[in-house]
């Protein structure tokens, strides 16, 4: 069954340092997300993406947070300079969405837990 | 203001009863709601959704969850709990925004524990 994979599992960083988090959505998805989930709280919404273009995207989502599509299977969400308050589990998201339908279910990845220090 | 409740932090059931997790939503328009579950480590499941039409849906590994309008609520029910349902619940609202996209707000999550 097809799923959505995400690097690295885990992944270290300084605090100000600049990181970039892979996914890769399921092959025929035309729909990308993003989504944190701070360690005990719930989970939040950062951004959608459709067509090689943000759709739709939260607060959080300010302009420390990019995100690029920059091959065909490639998501890639990228923090510029990273704080203490990002240390998080980062979790991709992906649906058919053809025709741009957003209300397609969303298949999650298994994460990625960034630690910030 | 849009925003979804989960009264209970945690639950503990005996395997083989019956099971109900409570969600209470608020949202403005015609809300899309799901539950999905999440075991320790892995990614967010989907075990059911609601768009419209019969308001008793149906999910995976058993589970089921009734929307109620009136009561803006969805709690999720499973008749006889099995020891692999110990995860974490969580209850989702979501909608089409002003932009066409789709943004999806969570519940804190009700913790299931299941005793033997």
């Known amino acids: 069954e097809p799923e959505v994979t995400q690097t690295p599992s885990h992944q270290v960083t300084q605090m100000g340092q600049e990181v970039i988090l892979r996914c890769v959505p399921i092959?025929?998805?035309?729909?990308f997300y993003w989504y944190r989930q701070i360690l005990g709280q719930k989970v939040e919404f950062l951004v959608s993406f459709y067509n090689n273009e943000i759709s739709e995207k939260s607060e959080i989502f300010d302009d420390q947070f990019s995100v690029e599509r920059p091959d065909g299977s490639n998501f890639t969400l990228k923090i510029r300079s990273t704080k203490l308050e990002d240390s998080a589990m980062y979790f991709c998201a992906s649906s058919v969405g053809t025709s741009g339908r957003t209300t397609d279910t969303q298949y999650f990845g298994p994460g990625t837990r960034l630690t910030v220090l | 203001a849009q925003s979804v409740t989960q009264p209970d932090i945690h639950i503990t059931v005996s395997e083989g009863a019956s099971l109900e997790l409570r969600c209470n939503y608020s949202?403005?328009?015609?809300?899309?709601l799901f539950w999905y579950v999440q075991s320790p480590g892995q990614g967010l499941q989907l075990l059911l959704k609601y768009f419209s039409g019969d308001t008793l849906v149906q999910g995976i590994k058993g589970f089921e969850a009734e929307f109620k309008r009136s009561q803006s609520s969805f709690n999720l029910r499973k008749p006889s709990v099995h020891w692999s349902d110990a995860a974490e619940y969580f209850c989702a609202v979501g909608g089409i925004e002003n932009t066409g996209g789709f943004k999806t707000i969570f519940g804190a999550g009700t913790r299931l524990f299941v005793k033997a």
């Open positions: 092959s025929n998805h035309l729909y």
């Open positions: 949202y403005g328009a015609t809300p899309y």
